[in-house]
């Protein structure tokens, strides 16, 4: 009796979920400590001291009322202007309050932004590997996902096949970086080829290209690598932001969309974008965490811890034999499966109680996806047993 | 260069909302104590003292890493039992964990089982007058909607209307009771009734028909009037719940939806609404306010100060010379317009600095809500108001 669509969603459903699903079932078969979970971007860091102190500031001076109660669909008016001034100061940028939209995550946010953007049939591009979700995004309002194929060499972008996939129906791409699963961090270089491809193909089509981006990894990033704020590259760029990994907030969703001035039909873009926010059920990002993050925007978690697994997981798996690229952010590793079948080598893993993600969930088969905000004990239990997988193979 | 659906949304944008937004204009220019603000179902009071307590005492004695971190994407499978067990309670009815999906409030609850239950072109009937999200909910899965027209006598359903619009494309029913406009309660004797007819419209033209409830004011009910839970009544019922307004959390986004087991297509129901909660962007309700209000399903805001402005309000204007149904529940009134136009009759309220939404938002032409969650004093205030208002029109 359920929708058709909802069909083959149930029957696709993420196999990242089925994973942590079946890690929890796992855990309570063999004991949490014998099993190597990698499979979830669950932060295992708790958030910084300062969110406490944030939500319990709030809960101490402001009024329950008014914590608690609705405001403007796009957020509350001085947590946006908070926002926007943040932004300004970190990235010499120009935005005001009416240029930011807070959401229910990046999760939201994006939805937010498709809702408002497309029409049935219009094509949006994602840069395999990506995320899954992306997939169910665009089919949410009935556009037409384009892929461009993964480039295994370093996960940069394939701009070259990129520039042949927009056409005059492109209404959108989407870039993530730091990239999830690669953890690679677009270069200025490409962002900036990126940029002059859609001006370029705008112009030959007379179309509006929106670039949105999805990065809750802004802010996670190792040997002082910087991730290009894309609106200073492309006019038409929105950017998609989420508190989840930078502030270890996942299940409370909260985050922002930026949407430029500067962006074509900038007051259509926003009216929508708040109505979208609306009618998609949201109705606005959750109120207290909203009040709350407007007080700590500068905490940031110990990317240190990150750091150290980072280059403990690498090192690790590369002297056991596998081939992975050095990611410069976010907290996964896109390892190259020992054999061709990612799935195969999934399953093989769970022998070793090793719950990893195929690269096939992200269009990138012949990887897989290595979570590594897990706590350091996991990944020093873990590395003998790759090791005893990788055995297998040879 | 926005979406084609989204134009005419933005155009003929939340009536409510733009008067929210007018009230804020019209207090920063004429003071707030001179602007009579009846346009906006935003709790006055504050949540229980029980509210803060609970959230304090997760941020206490909880992990932050638990408290703020992911879970499966229907909610904390603790909260779930208890939210279960409370509703059991309270009802006597036989919900476990896998009966509740916790929601991003009911907003969000409504749309993953329409998104779950829908495909392009299905019917969903509603009752006129209706709360007008309800359009664009129905229209983000290209469902049709399907108005029964308004009883205008006593404003509980028109059956026998609705009896002949019933089809074999009607896949939901959705019911609001206590009723945002009308604060009407739909009796036991109706919602029998209504149920019948499904019952003999399923078997005549072998169907599922869900009836989906939106629930947020069941709490919110005066003079010992009791709600039918429609679980009790029909099978295929799915209950639609927020903590919006029984714990003035609006602000929030928490509720939850039930899905008995009973439901046709029980399994495959709750996995897609699982997989729909996650797709639409909510990804899941937000933690905290999960948590927190897992430890206060019993508190309840002091509903005699919404009855007290309910009587003051439904005297006042009845002794003023309006027309009006005296409510059961919810905290709104619905006036007969003394002139045809409820549009003109709302903009000549303006001038009095009363600003009240018209029916026609609501599909109901000739009337007007006025939302009475508000100070004493802005009813008191607004009387003699509302009083020179009539003598226009007389």
Redesign the interface.
């Given at each position: 009796?359920?929708?058709?669509?909802?069909?083959g969603?149930?029957q696709g459903?993420?196999a990242i979920?089925a994973m942590?699903?079946e890690g929890k079932k796992m855990s309570a078969l063999y004991g949490a400590e014998n099993v190597y979970d990698f499979s979830?971007g669950?932060?295992?860091?708790?958030?910084p001291e300062e969110?406490?102190q944030a939500?319990?500031d709030v809960?101490h001076e402001e009024?329950?009322?008014f914590?608690?109660?609705?405001?403007?669909?796009s957020g509350y008016e001085d947590i946006r202007q908070k926002v926007a001034e943040n932004i300004n100061q970190k990235h010499g940028t120009h935005f005001e309050t009416q240029n930011i939209l807070m959401t229910?995550?990046a999760?939201?946010?994006?939805?937010?932004i498709l809702?408002?953007?497309?029409?049935p049939g219009d094509e949006v591009i994602v840069f395999a590997p990506y995320f899954g979700?992306y997939r169910?995004?665009v089919s949410?309002?009935d556009g037409v996902l384009v892929e461009v194929s993964p480039n295994t060499v370093d996960f940069q972008p394939n701009l070259e096949e990129f520039e042949k996939k927009v056409t005059a129906k492109t209404k959108a791409v989407i870039v993530n970086s730091p990239n999830n699963p690669t953890g690679v961090v677009y270069t200025e270089k490409n962002i900036t080829a990126l940029s002059n491809i859609l001006r370029s193909k705008q112009e030959e089509f007379g179309t509006?290209i929106y670039l949105i981006t999805d990065e809750p990894y802004r802010e996670l990033v190792y040997d002082g690598v910087s991730v290009p704020y894309v609106t200073k590259y492309y006019k038409n760029a929105v950017i998609g932001y989420s508190y989840s990994k930078s502030l270890?907030?996942?299940?409370?969703?909260i985050g922002y969309l930026v949407i430029p001035s500067e962006v074509?039909?900038f007051q259509?873009?926003v009216?929508?974008a708040n109505?979208?926010n609306?009618?998609?059920?949201?109705?606005?990002a959750?109120?207290?965490?909203q009040r709350a993050v407007g007080r700590c925007l500068d905490a940031e978690v110990n990317i240190g811890v990150y750091d150290k697994n980072r280059k403990a997981l690498y090192n690790g798996l590369t002297e056991a034999g596998y081939d992975c690229i050095r990611p410069d952010g976010a907290f996964y590793l896109f390892v190259k499966s020992p054999i061709e079948n990612d799935v195969e080598f999934c399953n093989r893993a769970k022998k070793y109680h090793l719950l990893i993600v195929p690269g096939t969930s992200f269009a990138c088969p012949g990887y897989v996806r290595i979570a590594y905000c897990v706590a350091y004990e996991t990944i020093t239990g873990a590395l003998p047993k790759f090791k005893e997988l990788m055995e297998e193979f040879k």
């Open positions: 009796m359920i929708s058709k669509k909802m069909v969603y149930v459903s993420s979920r942590f699903e979830l669950n932060p295992n860091l708790a958030p969110v406490k939500i319990l809960l009024s329950p009322t914590v608690h109660g609705y405001m403007n669909n229910v995550g999760a939201g946010g994006l939805n937010v809702k408002t953007l497309l029409d979700e169910s995004y949410n309002f509006s270890s907030l996942p299940g409370e969703r074509d039909d259509d873009v009216a929508a109505v979208a609306r009618i998609l059920g949201y109705v606005n959750p109120s207290l965490m």
